[in-house]
């Protein structure tokens, strides 16, 4: 059965992000090495390329952080409506703690916290250095009358 193996986001400031994903997120960094070479320009589609990669995880969740430092392209605008753009979700106890931890640890632009269609899921959104839409939520348990 397949299965998920990482997650990529392409970064402008390795340094940055990676206290951003630690601190604000709470993953923790497990490798980080240099990519270059005909494979990954193979791979890539991207000739010249040469990369800083920081991978960090958190339980059900390994992200790969990507600095190009040649034959890098441009920022996309990251915007929740825009076709393609990602979000991460992350589950927390609670939801008010973060909001508070994530504001002071420098998530960018946080939301207010929201109720999610009155049922009792609440979520706020910040954005990492890059401006990626990371999610805060409180799952709870659906009963059959509101699933």
């Not at 992000?17 to 991207?46: A, C, P």
């Not at 589950?91 to 703690?97: L, Q, T």
């Not at 002071?104 to 999610?116: C, F, H, N, Q, S």
Request: aromatic fraction near 6%; proline fraction near 5%.
């Amino acid at each position: 059965m397949p299965s998920l193996n990482h997650m990529g986001v392409t970064v402008r400031d390795l340094e940055q992000s990676i206290v951003f994903y630690r601190d604000v997120v709470g993953m923790e960094l497990f490798s980080r090495r240099r990519m270059q070479g005909e494979w990954f320009d193979t791979l890539t589609h991207n000739s010249g390329a040469d990369i800083d990669v920081a991978m960090l995880r958190m339980e059900g969740l390994t992200l790969q952080l990507v600095q190009y430092l040649a034959a890098g392209g441009t920022a996309l605008p990251l915007a929740h409506h825009n076709v393609g753009n990602p979000h991460l979700c992350i589950n927390v106890d609670d939801v008010d703690a973060k909001h508070r931890d994530a504001t002071a640890r420098g998530g960018l632009d946080p939301t207010p916290i929201v109720d999610i269609m009155g049922l009792g899921i609440r979520s706020f959104y910040v954005h990492d250095p890059d401006g990626l839409p990371v999610e805060f939520l409180k799952p709870v348990a659906l009963s059959a009358t509101n699933r």
